[in-house]
């Protein structure tokens, strides 16, 4: 079992930036991808960036060139940092890992309880 503790959401203005901060602890061995996911009211879960164990990034068009992602495998922590928010970025954002079953041969998916981001003047 992995446990995901999620830090960093608030209240920011717009082009402000706040910094998220995601510590997973328990089964952490074969954690592949570790990321971030936000929802809106409304809408649906959507992806926001992920990385791999190697440093592969993948990042949604709508934050592209805003926000960056980062990792610190000895801390088992992703970071999310978020510069030049918009209204737009208002949402919930949960904390996502990915790890490779050892029985089973297949990734698990675990979710942070989700820290709430809320950009407004």
């Known amino acids: 079992q992995v446990q995901l503790v999620e830090s960093g959401g608030g209240l920011v203005q717009p082009g402000g930036s706040l910094r998220l901060s995601c510590a997973a602890s328990?089964?952490?061995?074969?954690?592949?991808?570790m990321g971030w996911y936000r929802q809106a009211p409304g809408k649906q879960r959507e992806l926001v960036a992920t990385?791999?164990?190697?440093?592969?990034?993948n990042y949604a068009g709508s934050v592209k060139g805003r926000f960056s992602i980062s990792r610190d495998n000895a801390k088992n922590t992703v970071y999310l940092q978020m510069n030049s928010l918009e209204p737009e970025d208002t949402a919930v954002y949960y904390c996502?890992?990915?790890?490779?079953?050892?029985?089973?041969?297949?990734?698990?998916?675990?979710w942070g309880k989700g820290t709430l981001v809320t950009v407004s003047s």
């Open positions: 990385i791999t164990s190697g440093g592969s990034t």
């Open positions: 996502y890992v990915e790890r490779l079953g050892s029985i089973t041969g297949l990734n698990i998916n675990y």
């Open positions: 328990g089964s952490i061995f074969s954690i592949n991808v």
